[in-house]
């Protein structure tokens, strides 16, 4: 709250344990990015603070988590997308997470269900994982899954993000085939769907 990025790198440093930082970041940083939010909405907290501490989280998940090589992979049959949502730090940490487990992951970045759907039909996706903070967001799954009917496509959908985590039943609702609520979800939940391939 201070917005001291120096002080805070240097305190997640210490804390955390080198071989395991995805720990770090699902223990220690999603939680205080949470509570950030609900200072937020009780009004203790500015969208400033909000703005900058996920600022200064999002560089210290970049340091601690493995970097994708390059831009990732050409191809592969599973995906990961945000639909209509500036909220990105949790797809850049599923992301991270699957990739640094040897899983070949497209990024399709934020989209409309539109656009998601062009993405999933030039790559022939058949695991697309979708993350959303927003409610609205959360209800365009249902928009973008009756677009992929219209088209006969079959794929399986896999959702995450804090709507779902406040709504229990916001997945089925939506018609998801299956929810996560961290990283280590969305890794467990893909080699179950994937039968451990990895692209
Ligand atoms: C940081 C933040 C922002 C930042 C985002 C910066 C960025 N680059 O992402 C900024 C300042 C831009 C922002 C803006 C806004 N925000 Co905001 N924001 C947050 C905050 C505090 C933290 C979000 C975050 O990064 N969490 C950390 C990440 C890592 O967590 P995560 O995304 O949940 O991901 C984890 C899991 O869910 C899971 N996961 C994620 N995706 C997936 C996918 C799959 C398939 C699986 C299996 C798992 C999985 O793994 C991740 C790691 O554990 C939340 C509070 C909260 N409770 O979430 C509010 C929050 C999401 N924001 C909110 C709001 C209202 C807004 C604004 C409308 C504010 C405004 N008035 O302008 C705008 C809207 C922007 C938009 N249209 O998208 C509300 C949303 C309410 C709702 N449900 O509709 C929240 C909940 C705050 C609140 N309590 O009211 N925000």
New binding site residues.
């Given amino acids: 709250m201070a917005v001291d990025g120096v002080a805070a790198k240097r305190i997640a440093a210490e804390a955390v344990d080198p071989d395991h930082p995805l720990e770090f970041?699902?223990e220690i940083?999603?939680p205080v990015?949470?509570e950030?939010?609900?200072g937020?909405?009780r009004g203790i907290y500015s969208?400033a603070h909000?703005?900058m501490?996920?600022?200064i989280?999002?560089e210290i998940s970049d340091s601690m988590l493995p970097p994708s090589p390059g831009e990732g992979p050409t191809t592969s049959r599973i995906a990961?997308a945000v639909l209509?949502?500036?909220?990105?730090?949790?797809?850049k940490?599923?992301r991270s997470a699957l990739r640094a487990a040897g899983f070949n992951l497209l990024d399709f970045g934020r989209c409309s269900p539109e656009v998601l759907l062009e993405r999933v039909l030039e790559n022939g996706t058949e695991i697309l994982?979708?993350?959303?903070?927003?409610?609205?967001?959360?209800l365009d799954v249902a928009e973008f899954l009756a677009l992929a009917e219209q088209e006969g496509i079959r794929l399986t959908v896999?959702?995450?993000?804090?709507?779902?985590?406040?709504d229990p039943e916001l997945w089925r609702r939506v018609g998801a085939d299956?929810?996560?609520?961290?990283?280590f979800?969305?890794l467990k939940?893909v080699r179950d769907l994937s039968g451990e391939a990895k692209s």
Wanted: proline share 3%; hydrophobic share 55%; aromatic share 6%.
């Fill in positions: 970041v699902e940083m999603v990015l949470e950030i939010g609900a937020w909405e969208l909000v703005y501490g996920s600022r989280c999002e990961i209509n949502d500036y909220h990105l730090l949790g797809k940490i599923v994982l979708i993350s959303v903070l927003m409610l609205p967001s959360a896999v959702v995450g993000g804090a709507p779902f985590r406040l299956a929810v996560g609520h961290s990283a979800d969305a939940l």
